[in-house]
């Protein structure tokens, strides 16, 4: 990244957190971050812009089924050579973009979690997404912490966000991965796979980046835990990791790993 990149995106970063869009997290000892401002009960917000037509756009893939592997997915293969950098989706748009660029110039493909009122609010992302190479998933509705939910409410959680994935994209989207919590309980495994995930996704390295402890830490967390087969928890939304992702790359790529989509990872 140019310095001058790197001052757009602290430009980006003042004025998000300004709004007070950026504290986040996936973990219980984090604040959930704020809801969109703009938010509609049932279809997309009066922002809604960019829906194109599917048939222009590559397919959304259904729920990954990964044969052999359990109902909680931590890691892939450690015997492989790739990775999966996976996203809490949510946050400032601009920076989920500036992300998503990051990832292309250097051929990776990340996996991307959204949380449903982020796609009310940003509709257009789901499509960026995909078209970009990524994977899509499911991050709950409101990104409430659901394993402390009672069952309706619960499922109620993952079944609104896969609606909304479904209505965007044509499909409930490759995964779904529950709100703050990094382990599912049972009743969690059983609702996600009543709404129709085979698996819940897990990882096996958290990189802290919701915490904002700036892009040298989240690039030390993330190399100094990873190895083959791993899959790592980060947000969209972060200025600081928006800036640790191309050097977090190269130290991937200087190991001889390749940043790929959670289900070529695991099938
Ligand atoms: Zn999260």
């Known amino acids: 990244m140019t310095s001058l990149d790197r001052r757009s995106v602290l430009r980006v970063a003042a004025s998000a957190a300004a709004a007070g869009a950026l504290a986040s997290g996936c973990d219980p000892k984090r604040s959930a971050d704020s809801a969109p401002s ?31 592997l359990p109902a909680e997915i931590e890691h892939g293969p450690r015997d492989g050579h ?19 660029g990051e990832a292309e110039r250097a051929g990776a493909r990340i996996t991307v979690l959204a949380v449903g009122d982020w796609l009310d609010a940003q509709p257009a992302m789901a499509r960026r997404i995909l078209d970009g190479g990524h994977e899509l998933g499911n991050h709950t509705m409101h990104h409430r912490n659901i394993c402390a939910l009672p069952a ?29 919590t990094q382990r599912a309980t049972g009743q969690v495994i059983r609702l996600a796979r009543r709404a129709g995930y085979p698996h819940v996704l897990s990882y096996d390295v958290d990189s802290l980046d919701a915490n904002d402890p700036g892009a040298p830490a989240v690039q030390r967390t993330v190399l100094d835990g990873i190895r083959p087969g791993s899959v790592v928890s980060l947000h969209l939304g972060h200025a600081g990791t928006v800036a640790a992702l191309p050097p977090i790359l190269d130290g991937l790529r200087r190991r001889g790993l390749r940043a790929v989509t959670t289900t070529e990872l695991v099938t």
């Open 82 to 100: 790739a990775v999966a950098l996976t996203f809490h989706g949510r946050g400032d748009p601009k920076l989920a973009e500036a992300l998503l």
């Open 38 to 68: 703009v938010r509609a009960a049932d279809g997309p917000s009066p922002r809604a812009t960019g829906r194109s037509a599917p048939a222009r756009h590559p397919a959304a893939r259904p729920p990954t089924r990964a044969p052999g």
């Open 152 to 180: 309706d409410a619960a499922y109620a959680e993952i079944s609104q966000c896969a609606d909304r994935l479904r209505k965007l994209t044509g499909s409930i989207g490759s995964w779904f991965r529950p709100s703050q």
